[in-house]
């Protein structure tokens, strides 16, 4: 029986390429499982579930590989939306009841859950509540532009005849 090593060398030298690449190309590219990718390079399930682990390509790996990624880039995004923005700065309808100041006040802290997300960036549970609260802003943010838009109402009618169609 080869040890780790010498698998690891007579794949290289079959494929010619890096092991890495070899298991990217048949995890990632491919979307071999362990039986199958065990069975392509002609090694044990076992040895195929190290290299995968150990070139992080197993699926919650990349899950969590991506996951972080995408916060990474949404912390950045943040971080120059906000460049320009004083936290500080008066508000202008606060005196008012009106669409315009809640639309401003909702506006106002999306500003600041970004800023938090920038600033809890380590803990992954804030991190989720970060997320979770600046969907929501967002997302009510999108609700007031399709009614001032006059689509809401449309929006609401298309979603009751689809919803009343599959009753």
Aim: glycine fraction near 4%; hydrophobic fraction near 35%.
């Amino acid at each position: 029986m080869l040890t780790n090593k010498e698998y690891k060398e007579l794949i290289e030298k079959r494929y010619g390429k890096p092991l890495k690449e070899v298991m990217y190309e048949l995890v990632v590219d491919r979307n071999l499982d362990q039986w199958d990718g065990s069975k392509e390079l002609g090694i044990s399930k076992e040895l195929f579930v190290k290299w995968r682990t150990e070139f992080r390509l197993g699926p919650y790996q990349r899950s969590a590989d991506l996951a972080e990624k995408r916060q990474i880039e949404k912390i950045a995004q943040y971080k120059e939306e906000l460049m320009s923005i004083d936290l500080n700065r008066e508000f202008i309808y606060q005196d008012e009841e009106s669409l315009r100041g809640f639309k401003e006040i909702i506006e106002r802290m999306l500003e600041l859950e970004k800023q938090r997300g920038i600033m809890l960036t380590k803990d992954a549970s804030s991190n989720l509540s970060m997320i979770i609260h600046t969907g929501v802003l967002e997302a009510i943010i999108d609700y007031i532009a399709q009614y001032e838009e006059k689509k809401l109402i449309k929006k609401y009618d298309f979603d009751l005849e689809w919803l009343l169609q599959d009753m």
